[in-house]
């Protein structure tokens, strides 16, 4: 018997299940079969059962695919007489890889031609298994032509032709095909000789929204053996299989020259016509095949309190009422910037749906998103940090994949790539930073900073080493590579800080305190050289199966709480095994096929947590559809996004020529929507990216969106009801708008700052307690009158944000940088200085792959070290001598200064610099003058850049305002900057020249408007104490 029960409440539809499951007299110990669609439900049914009953067991959930493997009389748990999809992609692959040398043929092998890494030809095996896993399903009849010894319909076109031979090849005589197993069960229960053992039960298939043809006719034969019970959500109790989409009446009218009234085709209701075609061909094929069946209806009225319940009313008796109720929040439209911000949008309004509603549950909440990858991030983000523990909304996110939620899986992956690849730096310092990687190799993530910079000292940018360079046809010159540069810092691990050179370089000032980890990096390198090597050639499955499986033994720390997630991981390479062995593939293959079987079945979700768990559930689209709930959200309805287009391939057959039932994204995410708007019982909000976050520029929301509320429009008379939402949700529109809203007390006070009349900068310029330094070096003092700000910030408070790009190198040095250059030549001019040769320090450079190997890296610094020979020539002209270098020692006013100044020669102290004099050069220079002249009087010259400025000898006297000003730099931030310090008060005694800076002044000082914001006014009496003195002494000496 064939029963069908359509309602459009499935709670009541979940009842008549019960009663059936109860009535049928079947033992306590004997499984209940019911036919379900999504993890989702399965849920839904236990949890409802046990509500309605008291318990819920014994029921044995089964999705329509493995139903018809039972009813085709395979067991559970055993093999299929037919390859399972992944299977079916191995098969395919095997003999794209063997093609014969038919003329229908050619177009592929030309497609094929050149793929040397085997991923074209696995990605072809893929889409063609999935048209061929179709054609058996929604076109068992082109099948079976195609399988007989003489086809009735044969093909005549290549791309038609290459199909039915490759079919036939893959599955000869019929062997293994599903189409073959079925159409031989309908057969033999139209005989009467069908003894399936699934045929000894009831069976119960409960809320599918949709089902092939050919799966209805094995049902429909089934039910002459056994007990078939449909329990189909339907959204209206009236006829609507003659209903027509918009579309539908066009091309009606276009092909019959006549109007859609001329033609007697009738609107139903707007939205069933546009939204419902998968159910309505559906409904119509269930119906319609034949009436050897029993229906009983459902259907319960709906009271009309609201636009949502009106519109379900409507759709339900496919006739317009006289109600015209006004917008009540019912449906919610939310037109946002971004996602975030559609999840803090959407967490306001739970809120506010809470604190109206005291009945209402989080469990009583369904959020579905169209990309759960791409929103769960957005939804930890808000939902894990609530306004206040009271604010708190508990949630669980469901049906995230593998990659997401199984971190060593993700990891694996990630290695994989990086092995694959360039080895460049940057990758391996993440690929390092996962500490199941790093204590793997006794590496800890808190050195990786230090190890990232040593290495970038020594070298290390790209390439295991030769041979890998060699391999990949490249040049022989391994200068950038791991092994070279590893062979560095080994020989700076052993020396120290001297920073010998021998055949290689000694890297210089290695901790020996890091000698475990360069250990453990060492090990790492080398692993990962041999690993990549073998990851080089081809392998059957087996071994490679087996080589990614001891990668993941020999990189991946197993502990306790991942042990679950590791054995999962074991588990889909295991499998990856099983389907080519099934799918009777034995080739030997590059690794590109293999890795991306890998990444697609880490992408696929593990079993059903998270669904319906007693808080808000946030799920992708299909797990939860049909299901009911108070409150049924959906976010991410961008245009093109949702619905999703239908993308056919050249070669499918069915998009050819597409017959009703046939399996389309479109119509079937279209027919989602109507399932999510009947199945909402008090209040739907949907939410889109509508408005571009750089501009303000408005895009365009899903169709679905449009078609909803040009509806709401025309038969209510509402106007748009979409919310327009701002960018911040502290704009004052959310406390000034009655209908944008914010239970954030920090948001309001963060709008009233913004609102309210500027009271300054809010940095606290009071004096603090600090303990005042006793010494400080030389350096750090004179820091200190560069820019007070900075200094109070790094040194006082030991605040450093980085501000600067920290992104690692990947690619070797071609041309030294202008800051490189610079050091090259400081560097050469006090190696001449100190009568040293300055090769030495270059070659230091060469062998630690600072500059370009050979003539290119000699070319590159030629003219570099030519500007250092001409300053050297500068400076032991203006000293008369051989410079020397000058301890200092200090006491003033009960500051200790230490430090050396190089650059002295009886009573001359020469400041070189490579470039040109700055306002941070002169104050430099007038420090180190005062501090020299404490001894002698000594008369200082500062040169660069072509210039010179010489100070005579002063009063060392000075030095104590400056003691004074350093101090009370420490208790608070100084409103003062040399740059612009000097360039106000400057009065012509310095060249303009001298006094432009515009990488340090005042405008690029972050310290600066850290402390003061936007104001860049000058402490005047500290900037006259500073610097007047010098300004005084060189206009003396004018």
């Not at 893959?170 to 069908?194: E, V, Y």
């Not at 053992?197 to 929204?209: D, R």
């Not at 139903?268 to 269930?286: A, C």
């Not at 959200?633 to 070669?651: H, I, M, W, Y």
Request: proline letters at 5%.
């Amino acid at each position: 018997m064939l029963k069908i029960y359509t309602g459009n409440r499935l709670e009541r539809l979940l009842e008549k299940m019960d009663m059936n499951i109860c009535s049928a007299g079947s033992g306590p110990l004997t499984k209940v079969p019911i036919c379900i669609q999504t993890p989702g439900m399965q849920r839904w049914i236990g949890i409802k059962l046990a509500e309605l009953t008291g318990i819920s067991a014994n029921l044995d959930f089964i999705f329509p695919g493995a139903l018809m493997k039972r009813l085709a009389g395979v067991g559970a748990g055993e093999k299929a007489p037919w390859p399972e999809k992944n299977e079916l992609v191995w098969k395919v692959y095997s003999k794209l890889n063997s093609l014969p040398s038919e003329q229908f043929y050619e177009h592929i092998r030309n497609y094929l031609e050149g793929d040397i890494n085997g991923i074209r030809a696995y990605r072809l095996a893929g889409r063609i298994a999935d048209v061929f896993d179709q054609y058996q399903v929604y076109r068992p009849q082109m099948v079976l032509d195609w399988l007989s010894v003489k086809p009735k319909n044969p093909p005549v076109e290549d791309n038609d032709i290459w199909q039915m031979e490759l079919f036939r090849s893959i599955f000869p005589h019929g062997s293994g095909c599903k189409t073959t197993i079925f159409d031989k069960f309908i057969k033999n229960c139209t005989k009467g000789a069908n003894n399936c053992p699934a045929l000894k039960t009831p069976i119960h298939i409960f809320g599918i929204s949709v089902l092939p043809a050919f799966f209805i006719e094995m049902l429909k034969a089934a039910s002459q053996y056994t007990d078939i019970y449909f329990y189909l959500l339907s959204p209206t109790r009236q006829y609507w299989g003659d209903s027509k989409t918009i579309r539908e009446k066009r091309r009606l009218e276009k092909i019959t020259q006549k109007s859609a009234e001329e033609l007697y085709i009738e609107e139903k209701h707007e939205l069933l016509d546009n939204l419902g075609v998968i159910g309505r061909d559906f409904f119509d094929y269930l119906f319609g095949s034949d009436d050897s069946f029993l229906t009983e209806e459902e259907y319960f009225d709906i009271a009309k309190n609201s636009v949502l319940q009106t519109v379900q009313a409507e759709i339900l008796d496919l006739e317009y009422g006289n109600e015209k109720p006004s917008h009540d929040n019912s449906i919610i439209i939310n037109n946002c910037h971004n996602p975030l911000r559609e999840m803090e949008t959407l967490y306001d309004q739970l809120l506010e749906l809470f604190n109206n509603d005291q009945t209402l549950r989080p469990s009583d909440i369904l959020v579905m998103t169209t990309d759960i990858e791409k929103y769960a991030p957005y939804i930890k983000a808000v939902f894990d940090n609530p306004y206040s523990e009271r604010e708190r909304i508990p949630y669980s996110i469901a049906d995230v994949s593998e990659k997401q939620t199984n971190r060593p899986a993700g990891i694996f992956l990630e290695l994989l790539s990086t092995l694959r690849g360039d080895f460049s730096l940057a990758d391996v310092m993440r690929i390092l930073s996962y500490d199941l990687i790093a204590d793997k190799f006794s590496i800890k993530r808190s050195d990786l900073s230090t190890l990232s910079t040593m290495l970038q000292n020594a070298g290390a940018m790209w390439s295991y080493g030769r041979e890998h360079l060699r391999k990949e046809g490249l040049t022989i010159d391994d200068t950038f590579t791991w092994e070279r540069a590893l062979r560095r810092v080994a020989l700076g691990l052993a020396e120290g800080s001297s920073g010998s050179i021998y055949s290689e370089a000694a890297v210089k000032n290695v901790p020996f305190s890091l000698s475990v980890q360069i250990g453990g990096l060492m090990r790492f390198a080398d692993l990962s050289s041999k690993y990549a090597e073998q990851m080089d050639s081809e392998k059957t499955i087996p071994e490679w199966c087996a080589l990614m499986q001891a990668l993941a033994d020999d990189y991946i720390k197993e502990t306790f709480d991942n042990a679950d997630d590791i054995l999962h991981l074991s588990k889909c390479i295991a499998d990856i095994n099983t389907e080519a062995e099934n799918g009777d593939f034995t080739e030997a293959v590059p690794a590109a096929p293999v890795l991306e079987r890998l990444t697609e079945s880490l992408s696929e979700t593990r079993g059903a947590k998270g669904f319906i768990s007693g808080r808000v559930t946030f799920c992708a689209m299909l797990p939860m559809r049909s299901i009911p709930f108070r409150v049924i959200c959906v976010a991410g309805l961008d245009e093109n996004t949702f619905p999703r287009q239908k993308v056919s391939l050249e070669f499918d057959l069915m998009a050819k020529s597409p017959k009703p039932g046939d399996r389309n994204n479109r119509d079937s995410d279209r027919y989602l929507f109507l399932e999510t708007l009947i199945s909402a019982q008090d209040t739907l909000i949907l939410s889109y990216t509508g408005q571009s976050e750089r501009d303000n520029a408005e895009l365009l929301p899903s169709t679905l969106i449009t078609e909803l509320n040009t509806h709401l429009k025309g038969r209510f008379g509402i106007e748009d009801i979409t919310l327009k939402q701002k960018l911040h949700s502290f704009s004052r529109d959310y406390f000034s708008n009655e209908k944008l809203f914010t239970y954030s007390s920090d948001k309001y006070n963060t709008s009233r700052a913004f609102s309210s009349e500027k009271t300054g900068h809010r940095f606290s310029t009071l004096p603090i307690e600090v303990q005042m330094p006793d010494e400080v070096s030389l350096a750090d003092f004179e820091n200190f009158f560069i820019s007070p700000p900075d200094y109070f910030l790094r040194k006082v408070l030991e605040i450093r944000p980085k501000l600067r790009d920290e992104s690692l190198p990947e690619n070797e040095i071609m041309c030294p940088d202008p800051l490189l250059q610079y050091k090259i030549i400081d560097n050469a001019l006090r190696e001449r200085l100190e009568g040293k040769d300055p090769d030495n320090a270059l070659e230091y450079l060469y062998k630690t792959a600072q500059l370009p190997p050979e003539n290119l890296g000699r070319l590159s610094i030629t003219e570099t070290l030519n500007t250092s020979m001409e300053l050297n020539r500068t400076v032991t002209e203006t000293l008369g001598g051989t410079p020397e270098e000058q301890k200092i020692d200090s006491a003033i006013d009960g500051l200790h200064i230490s430090g050396t100044i190089f650059g002295v020669s009886g009573n001359r102290y020469v400041y070189a610099k490579p470039a040109s004099i700055k306002p941070k050069d002169i104050i430099r220079g007038w420090i180190r003058h005062l501090l020299l002249c404490q001894k002698a009087s000594i008369t200082t010259t500062l040169c660069g850049g072509g210039n010179t400025v010489e100070i005579p000898p002063a009063d060392s006297g000075h030095l104590n305002n400056l003691v004074e000003i350093f101090k009370e730099g420490h208790k608070s931030p100084l409103r003062f900057h040399i740059t612009d310090g000097i360039r106000e008060l400057n009065d012509r005694v310095l060249k303009s020249s001298f006094l432009e800076d515009s990488h340090n002044s005042v405008a690029s000082d972050y310290a600066f408007r850290i402390c003061f914001g936007a104001d860049t006014t000058l402490d005047r009496d500290a900037a006259e104490k500073i610097i007047n003195p010098l300004l005084l002494t060189l206009r003396g000496a004018k």
